[in-house]
């Protein structure tokens, strides 16, 4: 095929470019966007009007089949006009296309983004490479940075632990007979369904594509001020599974401030994307920071299956330590909301990683659930969770030895079991316990539980902070029983402190335990994390982090 032949294909097929964050002379003009000429302009909004309706009708198709059923659209007089009208549709986006490709092929602006995308996908030389950096396009074309395949490392190798490997054996010892597995066929296919449809839009509403149409505009303009103010690196990673993963770095080590030296790896909730959510926090703070996309959010591609997200975990996990050059120690995982799933599975797998800092995180996805959906469907989604989104953040957390802290916020309206905002049912209480309860198993008897529970049921910090005072809390000698039996016996998780203690002094350790595992923000659930409340966690051996 001959150079202009082929240059106007690429042209036809091409991803939409954006933005120019810098231009090819290497100077910084703080970017601009790209000026489409008319012909490309009308004939991609053509394409966007097209690619909307699809993704419209996909959400809504069994209304349109009930219509067209209906309306007998789908009978032999019926079938012909559907076939004449999306062969319209058809003609109309081809149509479209090629007219695009014509634009592009006379605009020079265009034409020198082809021809550096062209090269930076056939060769494998850095400086050719990092010229992509310089515009914003659609990122399906974005040339693959780093392979989760290819990482060998021993530090970047995860333990391999996952829920469902730790729960196989109870698993296969209640595994039904096979009458019993041929009578619950129906359900199990109706389970099957429900979660792989409108199940999995419900929890991870941010990978439907009519959202992330919706937040375009918003995503697309922090985007530019992450890279060309923030000096904000974008890659794409490929993780085991084939998906790719929408990352942007922003590297402080080079800054006076030690915290430049931590990178924070910051995991969005399930509406939530890098690009405007809770990594902005650390960032203000100094310190490093790699944000990422679930998949089928943003530039990530896929489904967010715990699988999925798993294995999108490990390939950033991977790429921080392999590519970007910090050890786990150096690694602090910060999430909000669901994204403490993803958190707390790294956490488990890379068990040296500095600390966990969860924000408005919940315990475990069921019982969550189960109040909020109709009695008569209580077992089914029990069933169904637990077997197709299992996102059990206690289950996982609890398996890492390291410094954890938990933020709670007041006034959550997300992640409670009560129709009202209400401390007393926030799912984080109950986090904590199950954290508390495995690292002092000894310490958390029927009591300490009692007590807890009443703490945490608090109305506010004055009520929070009179229970304390009542039991006269030191922490000087709350710190000092804790480094005594810890010399005597062992540091490692569980700490079975609390035997010889007596209740005055097992009630202080009690709430001492509480008020350093978890910090409370006076705020719903979405509302920015301020700076002051980034904390990084408690730990015995440092207590300038409590």
Not at 139 to 164: C, I, M, N, R, Y
Request: with cysteine; proline share 6%; hydrophobic share 40%.
């Amino acid at each position: 095929m001959s150079r202009p032949w082929s240059r106007f294909i690429q042209c036809i097929l091409g991803p939409t470019l954006r933005r120019i964050h810098k231009t090819e002379d290497g100077l910084d003009r703080g970017g601009h966007s790209y000026t489409s000429n008319g012909l490309e302009f009308y004939a991609d909004l053509t394409l966007r009007a097209a690619n909307f309706a699809w993704n419209f009708s996909f959400y809504t198709g069994p209304f349109w089949i009930a219509y067209m059923f209906k309306n007998q659209y789908f009978t032999i007089e019926g079938v012909p006009f559907l076939v004449k009208y999306g062969n319209f549709i058809l003609c109309i986006v081809l149509g479209a296309m090629w007219f695009r490709g014509v634009g592009r092929y006379y605009n020079p602006e265009y034409q020198k983004f082809i021809q550096v995308l062209t090269e930076a996908k056939n060769t494998t030389d850095h400086q050719i490479r990092e010229r992509v950096r310089h515009y914003d396009f659609h990122f399906k074309q974005w040339p693959v940075d780093f392979k989760a395949s290819e990482s060998h490392s021993a530090a970047a190798t995860p333990k391999g632990l996952s829920l469902e490997a730790l729960h196989a054996d109870s698993q296969a010892s209640r595994s039904p007979g096979i009458i019993s597995q041929i009578l619950g066929l129906p359900c199990e296919l109706l389970s099957y369904a429900t979660m792989h449809t409108f199940g999995r839009w419900l929890i991870y509403p941010g990978h439907t594509e009519l959202l992330n149409q919706l937040v375009a505009t918003t995503i697309n303009e922090n985007r530019d001020k992450m890279v060309e103010k923030l000096n904000g690196l974008r890659a794409k990673l490929e993780a085991k599974d084939g998906n790719q993963i929408d990352v942007m770095f922003f590297d402080r080590r080079k800054n006076t401030s030690p915290k430049g030296k931590k990178l924070v790896i910051c995991t969005e909730g399930n509406a939530g994307f890098y690009e405007i959510g809770c990594a902005a926090t650390p960032m203000d703070c100094g310190y490093s920071v790699l944000g990422w996309n679930h998949p089928g959010f943003g530039g990530s591609t896929g489904t967010p299956y715990p699988s999925a997200e798993q294995a999108a975990m490990e390939a950033v996990m991977q790429y921080a330590i392999d590519r970007l050059g910090f050890l786990p120690q150096e690694i602090i995982l910060f999430a909000w909301s669901i994204g403490g799933y993803a958190s707390s599975w790294a956490a488990m797998n890379y068990p040296n990683v500095s600390g966990v800092i969860l924000d408005a995180t919940f315990d475990d996805i069921v019982p969550l659930a189960l109040p909020k959906m109709p009695k008569r469907l209580r077992a089914f989604t029990h069933h169904s969770l637990r077997k197709h989104m299992n996102l059990n953040i206690a289950d996982q957390l609890t398996r890492y030895p390291g410094p954890i802290r938990l933020l709670r916020r007041t006034k959550d309206e997300v992640i409670i079991t009560s129709e009202t905002p209400d401390v007393a049912f926030n799912r984080g209480n109950d986090l904590l316990l199950k954290i508390l309860k495995h690292r002092y198993p000894t310490l958390m008897n029927l009591e300490s539980v009692d007590l807890l529970t009443q703490y945490l049921h608090a109305d506010d910090p004055i009520a929070m902070l009179s229970i304390s005072n009542a039991l006269e809390v030191d922490d000087i000698e709350c710190t000092r029983m804790l480094r005594e039996h810890c010399d005597q016996h062992s540091a490692q998780y569980p700490i079975k402190i609390g035997e010889d203690l007596s209740r005055p002094m097992r009630s202080q350790l009690v709430v001492f335990l509480a008020s350093k595992y978890m910090t409370d923000f006076e705020a719903t659930h979405c509302n920015p994390l301020p700076i002051q409340m980034f904390i990084p966690p408690w730990s015995l051996e440092d207590q300038s982090a409590g």
